[in-house]
């Protein structure tokens, strides 16, 4: 049976280089791509993945197993993380991220995906983590809820009004698709 | 024959089209008789059509190699530095011991003899730091990413009432029961270091659900 993450950082703490080596295959791939669909940007990404777990190793690292899991932990980092990019280059943007768009350009060629990532990043913090983990990282609710640290109910419902606001936003993009992908 | 309103198929409408399967009889007859929600189901499907594109166009190979080492490099720094300090704290009782030994034999060795030696320790002023400490669990939630508190650097706590989204903002998770509206007000216990910038946090009252 494969350990479990928590007894794998248990033993990281300890100096067990082979123990990060397995969390990092485990959890680093899942964790880039959540970021990866919250910032639209390779790079931005790949740094957020990487702080993460540098968080982890830490002498001082703050997580604590009796507060929720290690998954949720890293992924609470990459949100935090995430939103203080966002914070930081937004202002004065009326609500459009100013990141670079690198991933968005280069990897999506249909123009409504492009405003549909658009409309991704640009949900309300909460719709947009229920998008990501359920639609575009086909978590379950039960899963996406406990890296939320919400209930069910709570990400549920999210989603589906998240999924009303992009199908609108999508509708809208058809009729008019210059405004929306401005 | 009624297939109520539309307001209470939304949510099975999302979800089937979520899970890629054809409607209930209900809402199939509900889909028929509703123009309205007929155009929504066709969007819904319209629209997991984009996501799965964009799942896609995202899942693209990329080398992790660079990351990894990085990783380990650091990680191996951080284990060396800390073999070093282990080292050095090795010697705190061993000097410790030493000094105390010597004292006894100045102390012995002292013709009165009446007054003892005394022997002063500087400790550093640590009982600050001990608030954000979470090792202890003394109710504060530090604010992630916060810069560490200098040594010796004093903190006070300020009591203010902060709405959800402020505490999300400083990074503090809300309570399950009431992530959902960041428009109530909690009534919390600040620490703030001497930059005024917060460190932890401490729920003192929750509103009323």
């Known amino acids: ?182 | 024959m009624s297939t109520g309103n539309c307001g209470e198929w939304l949510d099975e409408l999302a979800e089937c089209v979520r899970r890629g399967v054809g409607p209930s009889g209900r809402l199939s007859a509900h889909l028929s008789d509703c123009a309205r929600c007929g155009e929504r189901w066709e969007a819904e499907w319209v629209l997991s059509a984009e996501l799965r594109e964009l799942r896609m166009a995202r899942a693209g190979q990329r080398s992790r190699d660079v990351w990894r080492r990085r990783l380990m490099a650091e990680f191996a720094g951080l284990e060396r530095s800390s073999s070093r300090s282990r080292f050095r704290w090795a010697w705190i009782p061993a000097s410790a011991a030493l000094l105390a030994a010597a004292s006894v034999q100045v102390w012995l060795g002292m013709p009165g003899r009446s007054v003892p030696a005394r022997i002063s320790v500087q400790s550093e002023d640590i009982a600050s730091a001990g608030l954000v400490d979470t090792d202890e669990d003394n109710g504060f939630i530090p604010v992630p990413y916060a810069l560490p508190l200098a040594t010796g650097e004093s903190v006070r706590i300020v009591r203010r009432e902060l709405n959800g989204a402020e505490l999300v903002r400083m990074g503090i998770d809300l309570p399950g029961a009431y992530a959902a509206d960041l428009a109530d007000d909690f009534e919390a216990d600040v620490v703030v270091g001497e930059d005024e910038l917060p460190r932890a946090v401490q729920l003192v009252s929750y509103p009323d659900l």
């Open chain 1, 1 to 182: 049976m494969e350990p479990s993450d928590e007894e794998l950082y248990r033993r990281i703490r300890k100096g067990d280089r082979q123990a990060l080596a397995e969390l990092y295959e485990r959890r680093e791939p899942a964790l880039y791509r959540y970021a990866l669909q919250l910032s639209g940007n390779q790079a931005i990404a790949e740094e957020a993945a990487h702080e993460a777990f540098l968080q982890l190793i830490q002498p001082d690292a703050r997580f604590d197993a009796r507060r929720g899991s290690l998954q949720a932990y890293l992924y609470g980092v990459v949100r935090n993380l995430m939103r203080m990019a966002y914070r930081s280059q937004c202002v004065g943007l009326a609500g459009e991220p100013a990141v670079d768009d690198s991933v968005v350009q280069t990897l999506i060629e249909g123009e409504a995906t492009r405003a549909l990532s658009i409309a991704v990043r640009n949900l309300p913090p909460g719709y947009r983590d229920a998008v990501v983990l359920c639609d575009l990282e086909e978590r379950s609710y039960e899963d996406a809820a406990k890296l939320v640290g919400c209930p069910v109910g709570t990400i549920r419902s999210r989603l589906y009004r998240a999924r009303r606001l992009l199908a609108a936003k999508l509708r809208q993009y058809r009729l008019t698709p210059e405004k929306v992908t401005k």
